[in-house]
């Protein structure tokens, strides 16, 4: 009874602990090492925002993925990085006269007729763009933890809300889920706006705001995620110093990190997250050093 009493105790200290990002709850010492991101799953080896790209980064043995949301012209949420379904799909092949091919110009029906996978190998042809629905069924399947991009949320007006309602129906902004989900953009008035319809989410900002501003992230965003060729050990810092809307320091995600060397140099910066198409090469390095 005393252990199981001890265990429940524990339980409740790491789920309060998850409710911030990943690894802040690891680094009283500063020599966790980061969280890595399968960026747009494990893209480096399978075709990026797909479900096969999930189910790689799970077969590698990460747990954080990352993904982009959009939104069709009937108004489904569907996991894809461009505006434009041209580079990762045979949209032209298939609606030759409907150029430039916006995905808010296509229903969900359409896109589902679309091969998202025959541009990076005959291997994953017929592939399809998932909604984020089904990439959600997936991520769960895979007991997998995933960071959201709300991307280009200037062209979908109330994508936040619409989002937060799908991610709440599949109970994924229940309490034993919030160690589990970022959501990140680079809106600024996005990302504030999910902080305000669901406080409890742990947010990101992609991008360097001036050290100066970092006062006024900080009450709407944990992370400050910028490009890691824009960093630096004394920006990173001074992110650090700052807290967030949970009450915790803020933290910084880099990316992309794809390399050996880009990965060893953003871990000697302090980062807290390293974001990647090719997530085992930054753990091999991670480990190496």
């Known amino acids: 009874m005393h252990a199981r009493a001890a265990a429940v105790t524990a339980t409740a200290i790491l789920g309060t602990a998850a409710l911030l990002w990943p690894g802040s709850a690891a680094r009283a010492g500063e020599s966790a090492a980061p969280t890595v991101v399968a960026h747009r799953g494990a893209s480096a080896y399978a075709p990026e925002n797909t479900l096969p790209a999930v189910d790689k980064a799970a077969e590698l043995g990460f747990t954080w993925v990352e993904n982009d949301?959009?939104?069709?012209?009937?108004?489904?949420?569907?996991?894809?990085?461009?505006?434009?379904?041209?580079?990762?799909t045979n949209v032209e092949d298939v609606f030759p006269g409907r150029a430039p091919w916006k995905v808010k110009d296509f229903t969900?029906?359409?896109?589902?007729?679309?091969?998202?996978?025959?541009?990076?190998?005959?291997?994953?042809?017929?592939?399809?763009?998932?909604?984020?629905?089904?990439y959600m069924h997936r991520v769960e399947r895979n007991h997998e933890k995933l960071l959201l991009e709300v991307k280009n949320p200037e062209l979908y007006p109330g994508i936040e809300q619409q989002i937060l309602k799908l991610l709440g129906n599949e109970s994924?902004?229940?309490?034993?889920?919030?160690?589990?989900?970022?959501?990140?953009?680079?809106?600024?008035?996005?990302?504030?706006?999910?902080?305000?319809?669901?406080?409890?989410?742990?947010?990101?900002?992609?991008?360097?705001?001036?050290?100066?501003?970092?006062?006024?992230?900080?009450?709407?965003?944990?992370?400050?995620?910028?490009?890691?060729?824009?960093?630096?050990?004394?920006?990173?810092?001074?992110?650090?110093s700052f807290t967030g809307p949970h009450t915790k320091r803020l933290g910084v995600f880099a990316w992309t990190v794809n390399d050996a060397a880009a990965a060893r140099k953003?871990?000697?910066?302090?980062?807290?997250?390293?974001?990647?198409?090719?997530?085992?090469?930054?753990?091999?390095?991670?480990?190496?050093?």
Do not use: C, M
Not at 119 to 125: E, G, K
Not at 182 to 192: E, P
Not at 268 to 274: A, E, L, M, N
């Open 69 to 88: 949301v959009q939104r069709t012209r009937d108004g489904r949420l569907v996991v894809i990085h461009d505006d434009t379904l041209a580079r990762t």
């Open 108 to 134: 969900a029906a359409e896109i589902a007729r679309l091969d998202a996978g025959g541009w990076y190998s005959p291997a994953y042809r017929g592939t399809r763009v998932p909604t984020l629905e089904q």
């Open 172 to 240: 994924w902004l229940d309490r034993q889920h919030r160690g589990r989900l970022i959501v990140q953009s680079f809106s600024a008035d996005s990302v504030r706006t999910v902080h305000d319809l669901e406080p409890a989410v742990v947010t990101g900002f992609l991008g360097k705001p001036p050290v100066s501003e970092l006062h006024e992230y900080a009450r709407f965003t944990d992370l400050i995620n910028p490009s890691y060729g824009s960093l630096s050990a004394g920006y990173v810092s001074s992110v650090h």
């Open 266 to 289: 953003v871990r000697g910066y302090g980062v807290d997250g390293i974001i990647s198409n090719k997530p085992d090469v930054v753990r091999a390095a991670l480990r190496a050093h």
